[in-house]
């Protein structure tokens, strides 16, 4: 349940629209509902400001359609990440106007909020073509979160020029999402040109010596430049939150200097 549904029902009912009883049966199935294989966490965007997200590997199509009901009926907009095509057809069956996105392997359901005017500032950087899915996945994400989403793809280190054509841009950021696999080289490049925070996502893309993004993995984590962050294999959705996240803690703090100023 989004904190503006919260605030609607309440003035409702302190307006005479809607009776104790019925807000009552609204408000119940905080914190969660038991749908019996899950647990749906309806509470989880008043706590942190983000939706509970339904990662659907493992998960029958079936089963994503109903947590993504539960979800939509108490008022979420849901974002599903790796579907599946059978899943993408059923999610498409039970919500004709949800939109789902190939590259990314996403389904987003519900009202997507679009980056008002004083909004944070994420940029999505990935290496190469193939780690494009990643990159796609922390784009959606990050755009889900109200962040104003700048993407800077096939931009690896093997062509350095590319990615400094776009070190204005970079350096408007509030956070970067860096996403690369082979060596993962180009995280440590970007930590040293941005003053922004850099979340760097390794991708399982490489040759057999980069062992599904270990490789990736390990030089990200032992990165020589500040200010970079890690988190796990093909996790474009963990970079995408993270990044989204602190966009929005930076636009706050912006409007409230602007705000101190006037």
Known sequence: MRPESIRRLLESVAAGSTSLSRAAAKLCQMPYEDIGFARVDHHRELRTGFPEVIFCEGKTAAQTVKIATSMKKAGSTVLCTRCSPEQVRALRKRFPRCRAEKDARTVTIGKRPGPGAGAGRVAVVCAGTSDL????????????????????YDAGVAGLHR????????????????????EGALASVVGGLVSAPVIACPTSIGYGASFGGVAALLAMLNSCAPGVTVVNIDNGFGAGYAAGMIARLAASGRDAKQAKEK
Request: hydrophobic share 50%; charged share 25%.
């Open 133 to 152: 899915p990643v990159a796609e996945e922390a784009r959606v994400t990050a755009e889900l979160s109200g962040a104003r989403v700048r993407t800077i």
């Open 163 to 182: 990615l400094l054509a776009e070190h204005e841009g970079l350096m408007e950021s509030d956070a970067i999402v860096v996403v690369a696999g082979m």
